[in-house]
T-cell receptor
Framework: AQKVTQAQTEISVVEKEDVTLDCVYE???????LFWYKQPPSGELVFLIR??????QNEISGRYSWNFQKSTSSFNFTITASQVVDSAVYFC????????????????FGRGTQLTVWP | DGGITQSPKYLFRKEGQNVTLSCEQN?????MYWYRQDPGQGLRLIYY???????QKGDIAEGYSVSREKKESFPLTVTSAQKNPTAFYLC??????????FGSGTRLTVV
C-alpha cells in the first residue's frame, strides 16, 4: 500500500533561517510521482513540484530546493532564507502510476507540516 | 481560463439534512477526486472517478455519495449518515501530462 509520512507536525523558524521539511514514502510501484503542495490559510492548494520516480535529480527553484533519494524513499524540501510569506502548511504526496494511459491514479497525502516563520 | 470551480465556498447544514457540494472543471480532465481535510489529518480521499459513469470509493466513503454523469461535473452529496461532516472539502481533477488541479474548497459546517 502507498503511504506518505511527514514526521514533523509543526516547525517554527525565524526569518532568514533555512528549513527542511521531511517526507518519507512507501510504495510497491516502480513508476510513481511525488509532489509538494503549499496550503496558505485561505485553504487552496498551491502546486510546488512534481517529480517522476525515474528522475532522481535534485531541483532548485529560487529559494526552494528538493532532494529526492530513492535509496531512502525520501523527498525532502528545503527553503533557504525563509520569509514570513512562507508560513503555511506543506503537504508531500504520492500518486500511483497513470491508469489507462492518460489518467493519474489517486493521490496519497502526508499529514502536512505547519511551518511558521517569525519576523 | 480553464480551472476547477467549487461552490459554495461556505455551506451550513442542519443535522439530519443532505447537502450537495458542486465541482465543475473545464480542463477536459478525465479523472476527478474528492478529498476531506480535518485539522491535523491531512487530506483523505472520499471518492474518485477516472471516467464518466464510473467511480470508486476512497478511504472514507461512508456517509457520502457521488455521481459522474458528465465529464465536467463530479458533485458530492454529504448525507445524514455522515456523523461528523464539518470539514474542508477539496475537489481535484487530473491528467497525466499536467498533474492535478485543485479547486478552492468548500467549508461545510453543521449547525
Amino acid at each position: 500500500a502507498q503511504k506518505v509520512t511527514q514526521a514533523q507536525t509543526e516547525i517554527s523558524v525565524v526569518e532568514k533561517e533555512d528549513v527542511t521539511l521531511d517526507c518519507v514514502y512507501e510504495t510497491r510501484d516502480t513508476t510513481y510521482y511525488l509532489f509538494w503542495y503549499k496550503q496558505p490559510p485561505s485553504g487552496e492548494l498551491v502546486f510546488l513540484i512534481r517529480r517522476n520516480s525515474f528522475d532522481e535529480q535534485n531541483e532548485i527553484s529560487g529559494r526552494y530546493s528538493w532532494n529526492f533519494q530513492k535509496s531512502t524513499s525520501s523527498f525532502n524540501f528545503t527553503i533557504t532564507a525563509s520569509q514570513v510569506v512562507d508560513s503555511a502548511v506543506y503537504f508531500c504526496a504520492l500518486s500511483e502510476a497513470p491508469h489507462r494511459g492518460s489518467t493519474l491514479g489517486r493521490l496519497y497525502f502526508g499529514r502536512g507540516t505547519q511551518l511558521t516563520v517569525w519576523p | 481560463d480553464g480551472g476547477i470551480t467549487q461552490s459554495p465556498k461556505y455551506l451550513f447544514r442542519k443535522e439530519g439534512q443532505n447537502v450537495t457540494l458542486s465541482c465543475e472543471q473545464n480542463l477536459n480532465h478525465d479523472a476527478m477526486y474528492w478529498y476531506r481535510q480535518d485539522p491535523g489529518q491531512g487530506l483523505r480521499l472520499i471518492y474518485y472517478s477516472q471516467i464518466v459513469n464510473d467511480f470508486q470509493k476512497g478511504d472514507i466513503a461512508e456517509g457520502y455519495s457521488v455521481s459522474r454523469e458528465k465529464k465536467e461535473s463530479f458533485p458530492l452529496t454529504v448525507t445524514s449518515a455522515q456523523k461528523n461532516p464539518t470539514a474542508f472539502y477539496l475537489c481535484a481533477s487530473s491528467i497525466a501530462k499536467v498533474g492535478y488541479t485543485f479547486g478552492s474548497g468548500t467549508r461545510l459546517t453543521v449547525v
